[in-house]
């Protein structure tokens, strides 16, 4: 960037001006749609505000919300969860994505199943992939413990014991985010010249070192951004644990975003909901910013 | 290093053959280059070579093996790609080194061997760069250098120098002849650009559309074309064809137009077969002058002059024929001026008008 | 395109016709009322029953909109619908445990100036714990459409083949299941079903054996988890899935599957509402027709059952744009005559003592004779504004009790600690 000031002549002045007035609808739009709730919302956070008790007004309690969630054990709970989540499905994501990629990649002569099969589990609704492993896992009907019983052992409580619930959902999450994680991916490969492979096919590379030393590094851009991306649902983690367990057995596969549902659609208790939201935006724009300052720093994306 | 022997070779796309039964033996340590318009297979000969093409039918060999389905990595070749294939994430050093480090070299030797071939190919000063930080020349020679290094038995080039402007172009030329002279080693070259292929090539190999037309020096190929086709394609500016009548007699030739030249002696010969018969007689710009003595004027009229310091270069018409002829830069020459004309049959070439095919070359 | 086509119509037929149907155009003008149900209390009876209204009133329109399988799931869309003052609906069956937060939020309107002096008279017919439930701070916020409680099903086939009567103790149904159990041999037979998800239905997994150890939640307002019985629950559903009773998965059990388990024959005792009673032996899949029975609910002792009160109100939207009209149809939904038809088309336990005794109706349903003092003597669910969190503690921690991954202790004391935020 250069860092030369210049006087804008009268016409770069006037391409300016109508610059900003064509923006203007959408940065208008903008407001209406997402600054103007964000606003309300961390005004809501300061407040008291539950439907269910009118008659207690909305009176401003400073940080009240924000004090309360921090000695809420089962708000510590779920942003435990909500972490777990994170950990494990977004590597978990981003591994299987990556496999799946690397197979739509190859030269297969019909190409159309490869695609379908990785598209498919995209454009599944969240909520019915939670229905569909829920059904998958569930005790009596479920196919999971009817293959337990064919090979003769004891059905598991997949959906009822906190571990089991966990790696089940996990499994759900990994499955229907590694096919968004593939697509960028394989949009990724698609961009790397096959005389790269060439060259190292050539100079002696095997398949694996062409993967360590092509592939991968060529791939760190579009790998940066499904992680964000996978980063970001996964704290929003929501329609997937609601629908195999709601949050069961208790609440220990409830994450955060099911937390505030509750507080706020359920318990009409807006004030707090609001306060955990806002915690919850903190976390996200902290997270993100540290990936966007990380890829900024990486020198190997020219 | 190691002669290559090409058998008969044949590759096909499904049904559609492109490569249609080549036969072509490089000799150890010759310097080949392919060269063809584009679509005339040489690329996929070349990649073919590498072991990036399979095999349809027929036989390559580099030196005694025969690698028709060996990988590219045990032919003991390197290549350089016409976009240089170097990796954006790695260094120069690393590009380099590449390949040794693929095959297991120590860091040792990797380091040591990547510094010869900067030093050689003068980019020593760019070895902790990345390939984006580098100009079109500077990335040619890391990609020479990635091939060197190796030291192989065989140096593949896939028109490496179609991605540069002219200038450096003739640079790189001379740095590849370098190369070549230095190490000894057996080149492939594929390029479409005929001054290429004059200027570097020991043996040029013509190619049409997935035929060979003729393998053979520089010289013999610019001298003695075996076809319209090749004698078109070498030289610049390109040869003159002119559709021409041999006289009954076979003393002579017709232009169009009604022109009567006597042949000289070696055209006589050349012509004694058809006599009376339609010819493409194919001659030379740098036979075309000014009238100077010697054999017969012929009256010409000037249409456009292009002057290009060391000559100028005209194009004149000859009864119903336009050609170009090579004059010197003193003769003056004006559009629309009627000049005599001066034209060295004896180096005239004959063809034969319907398949192209020389009825006899000049010696 | 009705209208213009009555012009037309005008002008081919002359003053004669255009009279006809200017008749037809007064009557046209109607008003349109939409009722949300949910998809379990019997949408398809409901139609049947509008149907009849709107016969009755032409000149009122009435849609359904069906909303979610269980209460919690309507419970979220009404939230977000009332909570944003929305006028699409004009009335909502709301569930029994509601009316304390719906009077609190204001979401309802009461009903008291549109029963004007037939209030008290009105009121009076009901059973009492309607009329207590339904009545908030002295105002009518909702009506009765349909009671409910829960009892205890049973397969009478089974129970004769073993020569066993229905059980009147929670040591008599383990015994009897066991020994079912132990002789059908059938690795899919199960002893017993509760509702043990994290729902609505849950909180009475909790209640029904704390009321039955002689307890309720609160005193005088005040959270009352301390003594012994707020623990019997526990040790009542751990004592029955040590010995196998009930199933392994109860942690994952909702209302309706323990209806479909029955249904299918995989059931021996299941522990659930009134509807039940007609899909069992009415539904086409169900194989268990003619071998159901229905009694109270078992209790520690024979003389100390108790049970869960259910029930649907139909509350009048306090953002409907036509109270009036909306009002009406939620007494005609209250009326005897539809207490009847849900009670023989959908085996709806009736709101009026009187209709127990219908002949009619005990053709259809012969236990609804004993189904009356059970209704009667049912308790109700904690009466406050946050009950939707007051339920999600008792349930959470019982789910998390039933699923094995919190003792006893923890889950009380979790709920002491939470419940006793809002039972201040």
Not at chain 1, 111 to 131: D, I, Q, T, Y
Not at chain 1, 164 to 184: E, G, H, P, Q, R
Not at chain 3, 385 to 414: C, H, Q, W
Request: net charge neutral; charged share 20%; glycine share 8%.
């Amino acid at each position: 960037m250069s860092t030369i000031k210049h006087r804008l002549t009268p016409l770069e002045r006037s391409e300016r001006r109508l610059g900003f007035a064509m923006l203007a609808p959408a940065f208008l739009l903008l407001a209406a749609v997402v600054v103007y709730p964000i606003a309300d919302l961390i005004r809501a956070s300061f407040t008291f505000l539950h439907l269910a008790q009118p008659w207690m007004g909305n009176p401003f309690v400073g940080f009240d919300n924000y004090a309360k969630a921090l000695g809420d054990e089962r708000f510590l709970e779920a942003v435990w969860h909500t972490v777990l989540y994170v950990i494990v499905t977004v590597p978990g994501a981003v591994v299987v994505g990556l496999g799946l990629a690397l197979l739509a990649n190859k030269p297969f002569t019909i190409k159309w199943p490869v695609r379908l099969g990785l598209l498919l589990p995209w454009a599944l609704p969240l909520v019915f992939s939670g229905l569909i492993f829920r059904w998958f896992f569930e005790y009596n009907q479920g196919i999971a413990n009817a293959i337990l019983r064919g090979l003769g052992f004891a059905p598991l409580n997949w959906l009822t014991d906190p571990t089991l619930a966990f790696l089940t959902i996990c499994l759900a999450i990994i499955w229907k985010a590694s096919s968004f994680v593939a697509l960028v991916l394989l949009a990724g490969l698609q961009t790397i010249p096959k005389s790269y492979y060439e060259a190292a096919e050539v100079d002696g590379a095997s398949a694996w070192q062409q993967f360590r030393e092509i592939t991968l590094p060529m791939l760190r851009p579009a790998i940066f951004v499904a992680l964000i991306f996978r980063t970001i649902t996964a704290i929003q983690t929501f329609d997937i644990p609601y629908a195999m367990t709601n949050g069961g057995p208790g609440n220990a596969t409830e994450t955060l975003a099911m937390y505030i549902h509750k507080t706020t659609v359920d318990f009409l208790d807006i004030g707090y909901g609001s306060a955990l939201a806002v915690l919850m935006f903190i976390v996200s724009a902290v997270i993100t910013s540290g990936y966007l300052r990380y890829t900024r720093r990486d020198p190997g994306r020219h | 290093m190691a002669a290559i022997g090409i058998e008969n070779l044949v590759k096909a796309y499904g049904a559609t053959p492109v490569i249609h039964g080549v036969s072509l033996a490089v000799r150890d340590g010759e310097f080949a280059v392919l060269v063809g318009p584009s679509g005339c297979g040489k690329s996929t000969l070349l990649r073919m070579i590498a072991g990036l093409e399979s095999v349809t039918g027929g036989e390559i060999r580099i030196g005694d093996r025969l690698v028709n389905d060996l990988p590219p990595r045990e032919r003991d070749i390197a290549m350089v790609f016409q976009d240089y294939a170097l990796y954006p994430h790695k260094s120069v050093a690393e590009n380099i080194g590449f390949g040794l480090k693929m095959r297991g070299a120590d860091a040792a030797t990797i380091d040591r061997k990547v510094q010869e071939a900067a030093q050689i190919l003068q980019i020593g000063h760019l070895l902790g760069r990345k390939p984006g930080q580098l100009s079109g020349g500077q990335r040619q020679r890391v990609a020479m250098g990635r091939a060197i290094v190796r030291e192989p038995k065989v140096f593949l080039f896939d028109e490496p120098l179609s991605n540069l402007d002219a200038h450096l172009r003739a640079e790189m030329r001379a740095e590849i002849k370098k190369v070549h002279q230095r190490f000894g080693t057996t080149i492939i070259y594929v390029t479409h650009d005929q001054v290429e292929a004059m200027t570097l090539a020991d043996r040029i190999a013509i190619l049409r559309g997935g035929h060979l037309e003729q393998f053979d020096t520089p010289d013999t190929i610019y001298r003695r074309p075996v076809s319209t086709f090749v004698a078109g394609f070498v030289g610049s500016p390109a040869m003159n064809f002119i559709a021409a009548t041999a006289a009954p007699d076979g003393a002579g030739v017709r232009l169009p137009g009604g022109v009567d030249l006597a042949a000289p002696e070696p055209l006589r010969q050349r012509i004694a077969g058809v006599a009376g018969k339609a010819v493409t007689m194919g001659l030379r710009p740098e036979h075309i002058g000014l009238h100077a003595g010697g054999g017969p004027a012929v009256p010409g009229r000037v249409l456009l002059v292009e002057p290009l310091g060391a000559e100028t270069l005209a194009l004149v018409r000859i009864g119903d024929v336009e050609a170009t002829g090579r004059f010197s830069p003193e003769s003056g020459l004006r559009p629309g001026a009627d000049i005599a004309l001066g034209l060295q049959l004896d180096r005239a070439h004959v063809f034969d008008p319907d398949t192209g095919r020389t009825l006899t070359a000049p010696a | 395109m009705e209208h213009g086509l009555l012009r037309r119509s005008m002008a081919t037929f002359g003053l004669a016709a255009a009279l006809t149907l200017g008749g037809a155009t007064l009557a046209a003008a109607q008003t349109t009322l939409r009722i949300f149900t949910g998809g379990q209390q019997r949408p398809d009876v409901m139609r049947q029953i509008v149907d009849v209204y709107m016969k009755n009133n032409p000149n009122v329109k009435v849609d359904v909109e069906v909303g979610g399988a269980t209460s919690e799931q309507q419970q979220q869309y009404l939230n977000t619908v009332l909570a944003s003052k929305d006028s699409a609906l004009d009335l909502v069956l709301i569930d029994v445990i509601r009316p304390a937060q719906w009077s609190a939020a204001q979401w309802a309107e009461p009903l008291d100036t549109y029963l004007g002096a037939e209030k008290d008279a009105v009121m009076a017919r009901y059973l009492p714990a309607y009329r207590a439930a339904n009545i908030v701070g002295g105002k009518v916020i909702a009506l009765p459409y349909f009671a409910d409680a829960q009892f205890l099903y049973y397969r009478k086939d089974l129970l004769e083949k073993y020569g066993l009567q229905p059980p009147k103790t929670w040591d008599e149904l383990k015994a009897a299941a066991q020994k079912i159990m132990a002789g059908e041999n059938n690795p899919n037979l199960r002893g017993f079903e509760t509702a043990g998800a994290p729902i609505e239905g849950t909180v009475c997994t909790y209640l029904v054996p704390m009321w039955g150890a002689g307890e309720d939640l609160t005193k005088d307002g005040k959270l009352n988890l301390a003594g012994d019985a707020a623990k019997k629950p526990f040790a009542l559903w751990a004592d029955l899935k040590a010995a196998n009773v009930t199933p392994p998965n109860l942690a994952e059990i909702p209302t309706d599957r323990i209806r479909q388990n029955f249904q299918a024959g995989n059931l021996i005792f299941a522990m659930t509402w009134g509807y039940v009673w007609n899909r069992a032996q009415n539904d086409a899949d169900s194989t268990v027709k003619g071998k159901v029975g229905v009694v109270p609910l078992p209790g520690f002792t024979a003389d100390k059952q108790a049970t869960c009160i259910g029930g649907w109100q139909v509350a009048v939207s306090a953002f409907s744009k036509n109270k009036a009209e909306a009002a009406k149809l939620a007494r005609f939904l209250s009326s005897p005559d539809v207490s009847k038809m849900q009670a023989v088309l959908a085996s709806h336990l009736p709101v009026f003592p009187a209709v127990y005794e219908d002949k009619d109706v005990l053709a259809a349903n012969p236990w609804f004779a004993q189904a009356l003092p059970v209704v009667q003597a049912a308790r109700s669910r904690p009466v406050t504004p946050r009950y939707t969190e007051v339920s999600e503690i008792i349930r959470t921690n019982m789910n998390a009790f039933l699923a094995g991954t919190k003792a006893a202790d923890a889950a009380l004391a979790d709920m002491n600690g939470r419940l006793g935020a809002i039972f201040r």
